[in-house]
């Protein structure tokens, strides 16, 4: 078979379409702020990918339907005239083996330009090892113009962080979309690496509300953060109990909640 | 060499063919249902498939002579003219990577589909973790009118099982299936997940048979699961001794039988 | 680049040549064996079979000089006009993955049909886990009149061994061989499995020289087998020392040898 | 994609030129022999090298604009118009399998074959496994003429080093350059393997500035030896405190200063 499989469910003009990345990864903070964008806007569905670099897998629906895993494209319609146009990208996976990840990559940006896509905003989350209360948003570009650009909306660009580069999708749509000649932008949200973030997607998000000049209700997103945090509380709570019954050495520290996927 | 490498033995022309795929895999129940079908109906060979993405490996059999391994098609022709033919899908291995099942039931879909293959049949397990007396039948299909159907068959479809989706060629028959235009239901015996499991196996093609309106004789599948009783009894009461010799703590869980090949 | 690479180095015609197969495996058995036939036979170099499925990797030789690892093919012209030629196929490794294994089988066995093979002797060990002092010769084959000319030279078919069948070169070369019309024969030496093992391969000549019908001075081949001995012995006695120091328990079993490679 | 992209950035007309290879490895004495080269010499940009047998990954740089990691070639036009050019190989990584290994180095050697290049230096660590004062650069080439000509430059050819061979791009340059009737030869520093180690590439380098009779200023290497060798002896004294305070037990010998990258 193909390497990558693009299925087109509907034949669309776009105008000056920009690109939104959002896979899982750290503390899955770019598939929650895609996704939900998707939903905020209700993105019509616009095409779908399979791959043999996912896994052989097909998940099975509350009706008993089963579905192969794959990434998806969505696309909205700007109202006004002058505006552009959106393409979302989420799914499953990202691809399991690095080749995997280069082939895919380079086949949805192919499928992209062809739709006039020129710009690609991809979003993530960036582990801190530790509790973020209030997760700044990094940034990394592909030219000087956007990095000043985006320091007016808030994105910090720090000289250390991120120190080793950024290791799959989000960094790749940008390195290899340089190929397509096209510009872009890497919004990461941070995030304690240990959990996922709905708070860090937020962060994100508002972020990139701002640069789209598009208004979004967080208010599902904000309820999503409020379970994490009862649930990462709760956890806690008992393994506060936990040390105490076995050593008096005090709270454990909120970092060590573990990941509730 | 080609990917994957099928070699036609007999030139057939089938009625509205329907496949049926078990390919080892949880408690082999995929396995052991599909070769007992091929030998019940007699069905003869249609194709044998090699691949690359198959360990590099051969059988050698109680003559010494051996053989590749493969996978492999039998057909079997229904006597009424009005009644549907049979494909059965079995063999050695499932693909050892990931590319490789994509790779394989691709290759295997599109050499069915030029058959005339538009509904599929996956037979699988599902791992309990625990043992199961009265196995029951769980099911997926591609869609909901199937799902309908088989219900009727007596067919459990769960909110929860299987949470994680499917992983494997049971699953992939279906989600790939589905770009062939085919139609399909997984049927998924419940086992335990420690032993190879005839019970389990029986289960499946039960139900089956009365999808398909067959009559099959179960007496060497029940001889069958009488000895994987009799091994796992005898595993069970040699534990009991071991555990009663170093602690008095009561029999060992039949759970914890081990894996019988 | 190509995924195998074969430079032939002398242009020839062969007489129904013999494709003998011995690369690195179980007690380097085949290797051992093919490469001291090649050199009784003073076989001239044919072609070199270079991969990506190798290692990348070079020898350095005592000259300073660099090789990169390869497999090699040389012939040997029978003298008599009414012999069959012979190929030996030996090298530094087999393919490192599965897949390459198929490649690299299947090329090579391309080539050699296009050289006229029609037959290949495939050479290994078996590994039972213990010393074998006076190893005999397993055997497997593509077809029965094989099975029982084998019996009359002396080779041992036995119902259980090899169990899991064979992995790796010896049984691929059989097994796609058959794709190319080729009928063959794999000659297992009896080994430990702990160490390369000249006996071993001696036995697998012997009774080669016998079905080849040529004759060859065992003499080199027993004094690496004279030698292996020393060592295994040195090692036996340091062993046996040690263990009177710590613990009076008596000679290690010469199992426990090690690997000398 | 391609499985190995190449981007040329200018194009250039260059003089029997001569390829010096330097990717990251053994105490990245390779690496830092090339950059240092590529730097003294003022090389410019001739080519990007991209790979989906690299790492997922992009860099950000300190002002925040990212890059695909990547190889690259520079090129140097030698002042005299009788002397050769040079180009110089750096980048991020090697292929990350062995697959990829011989793919971009098959492709960076035809690349290289069409603008003219018929001789190839790679430069390499090796390790020691024991800090080494003075390293002395060993070396393996491709013909007997080069290693007496080396020989002369004071490169040590041994008998036993590297006994294994060599594994990675400095020796698939020359093994595979072979093939593309490329002669070549490899200078190795030695080195603890155990940290990196600008020392030993400046033996290197020193040896290659006389081969290709060119000018270096070394003082800036020579700072980042200092650097390394402060470092270094932090370290030592740490562990030895440390371990006068558990045991007194003397110095901790200075091959244990750990992996500095």
Chains 1, 2, 3, 4 share one sequence.
């Not at 990558?4 to 990864?25: F, M, N, Y």
């Not at 670099?53 to 002058?82: C, M």
């Not at 808030?154 to 979309?177: C, E, K, Q, W, Y």
């Amino acid at each position: 078979m193909e390497d990558v499989v693009i299925r087109t469910l509907e034949k669309v003009q776009l105008r000056d379409p920009i690109l939104i990345e959002g896979l899982p990864g750290v503390g899955n903070v770019g598939k929650l702020a895609a996704d939900y964008l998707r939903d905020q806007l209700k993105a019509k569905p616009l095409a779908t990918i399979y791959s043999k670099f996912f896994p052989p897998q097909v998940y099975v629906g509350e009706d008993g339907i089963i579905r192969l895993v794959s990434n998806d494209l969505h696309y909205w319609k700007a109202p006004s005239p002058t505006a552009r146009d959106i393409l979302v990208l989420g799914g499953d996976y990202q691809g399991i083996s690095p080749e995997g990840q280069y082939e895919i990559t380079q086949r949805v940006l192919d499928y992209c330009h062809a739709l006039g896509v020129r710009e690609v905003f991809t979003l993530a989350g960036f582990a801190q090892g530790r509790v973020v209360e209030e997760p700044r948003v990094l940034g990394a570009a592909t030219n000087a113009a956007q990095v000043e650009a985006m320091k007016k909306f808030g994105v910090v660009f720090s000289r250390n962080d991120p120190g080793g580069g950024l290791i799959g999708a989000s960094g790749l749509f940008l390195g290899l979309g340089r190929l397509f000649e096209m510009e872009g932008v890497c919004l990461m949200g941070e995030t304690s690496g240990y959990f996922v973030d709905p708070r860090s997607a937020e962060a994100v998000l508002k972020v990139l509300a701002k640069v789209l000049r598009i208004e979004i209700d967080f208010t599902a997103l904000e309820t999503k953060a409020h379970e994490v945090d009862r649930i990462a509380q709760k956890i806690h709570e008992a393994e506060g109990r936990t040390s105490d019954a076995t050593a008096p050495s005090g709270p454990t520290p909120r970092e060590d909640l573990g990941y509730i996927g």
